[in-house]
């Protein structure tokens, strides 16, 4: 099997609320989808959802990338065979996860539909028999961030992810207002997506979140300091899950020498696509350190491509890729029901693309 024919749209996912965190409020979602067709006439899907601001990505430059470099070089070459695919890639250009990833999924997405077989039991079959997933709430008022956590826990949501980031004081308010609401038995994520800054600026806060018993903290300050990592996770009882400061293998090694986090959230879009994913769960579990799947956001096919990935390793404790039920309008049909989402046994990533959908949203497209 061959790849021989390329196409990229460049879409827009419409939120029904805009999303906001830290860094950014996004009031759609900007989305590559990839799309690889092989000599026998099968199609396998990917998604890239760029991040300037964690991966240095931005929509059009991905795509340009994936136009001119990346999928030219991967043009002709066997899905099967991964390793040399990412060398290729490698090769070709430094960084570029996102672009990766989605060349990954779709090579995934085609051996399985070869196969015949969920791309789950590629990489080893089903570890856990379910998955979950967290209500995630965007920076809001303290008290309008309680309503919504009760309202989420009275929907069925079994935990709860808090994004915040915007001013420390506030923060605490609104971590308090959401545990007095809901109760201490709920799970309780905070996210701060580097807001925090610094170690002496975050300190002070982890300190006072102590008593709130949350799950874990997840990157409270800047990517790239691991050293100030480091320091909270010695200095707090709290949980320290390092995010946008792992990206690949290089960085864990790092963080698992000094010791600068009890979890890490691998996401798709940072490490380049299942393959590097599977290899980061596997030395983190090594190092007795759990892992989580996360999203930037990513419509069903990105989505599904991290739940496959969840469900087949042990050390994949938490999943939280929601993407499609932010949005209004999604290209695929993956099933979510509160607080489980539901992977198919038919091959590949499982998905049905809604064609219409994806010519409805894209705003630039290309074959090769």
Known sequence: MKIIQCEIYAIHLPLKEPFVIAYETYKNMPSIIV?????????????????????????????????????????????????????????????????????????????????????????????????TYAKVLSIDEPRAMAEKAQEAIQKGYSSLKLKVGWDIDADVERIAAVRKKVGDKVPVRVDVNQGWGTYSNALPAVKALEPYKLAWLEQPIKMGDIDGLAELKEKTTIPIMADESIHHQEHLLEIIKKKAADKINIKLMKCGGIYPAI????????????????????????????????????????TELTGPLLFSQDIGNLKYDIPFVHLTTEPGLGIVVDEESLQQLTIKKEHI
Request: glycine fraction near 8%; charged fraction near 20%.
């Open 279 to 318: 290899h980061l769960a596997k030395t983190a579990e090594s190092a007795g350190i759990s892992c989580q799947i996360g999203s930037m956001v990513e419509s069903s096919i990105g989505s599904a491509a991290g739940y496959h990935t969840a469900i087949s390793r042990k050390n994949i404790s938490s």
């Open 35 to 131: 799309k690889l067709t092989a000599d026998n006439g099968l199609v396998g899907y990917g998604e890239a959802v760029p991040d300037e601001h964690v991966t240095g990505e931005t929509i059009y430059a991905t795509f340009e990338v994936l136009k001119h470099v990346l999928l030219p070089a991967v043009k002709n070459q066997n899905p099967f065979q991964l390793e040399k695919i990412h060398h290729i890639m490698n090769s070709s250009i430094a960084g570029n996860s996102s672009a990766k990833a989605a060349i990954d999924i779709a090579c995934y997405d085609l051996i399985g539909k070869y196969t015949k077989l969920p791309i789950y039991e590629l990489l080893g079959g089903k570890y856990h028999d379910s998955l």
